[in-house]
């Protein structure tokens, strides 16, 4: 295990990053204005990579947010947003676009800062939040908003309209990629928003949010709501002003929102969970295989929902591909997210860490072999959230083959022939995304288009591209994915319009 003993220095913090942190409290926007808690209550966030307090955020309040999807429903109903032309909404969703990519490097150190994600990737992250919003406003001003159906004896049209205020729970371990997922294509199609950041990581949603005002979105149109889940979030799911909800965390939570909004029957979209699996065929180059699979497990420190955790090797390089990805492991350089050299950083929070070397206790009393210990990782000087990368092997019946674990952790376990790859990989409640590998093309598509999961990749995992419907079956989500035209689409409500002849 490498670790980054002498930390190079970080990056200086921007003055922009500096003046956003220390702000005596951070409120959330709400109607176009900063506002704090009713109840003036507060939250800290932390750095994961040293344990010490990064701001301080106001913790809203379930009536403070109660008020932020009346702002919402009002701009809706009372602003130009949802009737203006297409091109001319579509002129703020760039206008955020420029705004965020100009200032990417103040975004990109705010949120490696608040989730503990390495710094190069957090701006990779920027990048995906700007060219979510071009993506779909590009997409929005090319879409059809009356189609004619040509039907024997009526002349019939579908015509679509922005549905009102829609609701966002957002999780911690992509916060700003996952909130251009969800507002992008909302707010393209003209409805306006209430976003509620994870309580972990709220500071790029709320830069966001103040940002959107800056550049003039008309008040009420895009609100952030900092706070906890139980008060703040719940809050939310259950509005029955909303007519639109999309959720993305735990199965567990995803459960209680979907009844939430049952209840009042608002649509709602869960994006929850996985325990993808990657199937590996004996054809493969091994170590340009092992090197992707211990990429995809350590970025983000494996915090990453649709990661390949379960690794299916076939039994002739079972172990030449374990010993690969083993000694990759093990060098992996474990720091601050904001160290030059680090390629893995913290988890987000010690509740995090603690769930992650819990599971690696339970697996091992359940039969696991721990062939690579993991563990929580020391870095001098950085009083973070460490773990060191872990593999385990046994049977996939064990808790930590079954459950999802968020952590830099694989499942290891071998597979005879095509048809038992296959039924392994199937063989959970989660339904997110596998991976094949193999040389021979044709029966990398026919396993690919075998798994019960919404996404089947090949050589590649986590392969997640604009254009390309992402989502989740069984336990990993419902009502619907993100990133393509479908989903602009699930943001206009039809009005079939029918005239007999
Ligand atoms: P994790 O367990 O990985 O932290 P969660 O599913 O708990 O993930 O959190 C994802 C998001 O859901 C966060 O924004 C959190 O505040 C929110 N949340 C948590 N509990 C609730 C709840 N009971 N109702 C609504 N939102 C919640």
Redesign the pocket.
Known sequence: MTLASHPIAAPALLPEVSAFLSKAKIGGVVGGREVFASDDGVFETVDPGTGAVLARVARLTAADVNHAVDAAAHAFAKSDWARMPVNERCVFLHRLADAAEARKPILAQIESLDCGKVLAQAADDVQNFVDTLRYFASLAQNLEMRTVIAVKGHEAAVVRHAWGPCGF????NFPLLLCGWGIAPALAAGNTCVV?????TPLSTLYIGFLARELGFPDGVLNVVPG???TA??A??SHSGLRRMS????P???R??AAKCGANLVPVKLELGGKGAAVVFNDVDIPAVAQKLVQAITFHAGQVCCDATRWLIQKDIYEKLVDECATRMQAVAIGHQMDAQTQMGPLVSEKQRRRVLGYLEKGETGGARRVLPGGAATVPGRNGFFVKPALLAGSLDNVAAREEI?GPVAYLAPFKDEAEGVRLANATDYGLGNSVWSTDLARCRRVAESFESANGWINAHNVVVHGVPYGGIKKSGMGGGVGSLATLLDYYRNISVVRPL
């Open positions: 729970i957002i999780p911690w509620k950041p994870a309580e972990d906890m889940g139980e979030g719940a939310l799911a959720f993305t965390g735990s567990e939570v995803g209680e929102i968020f």
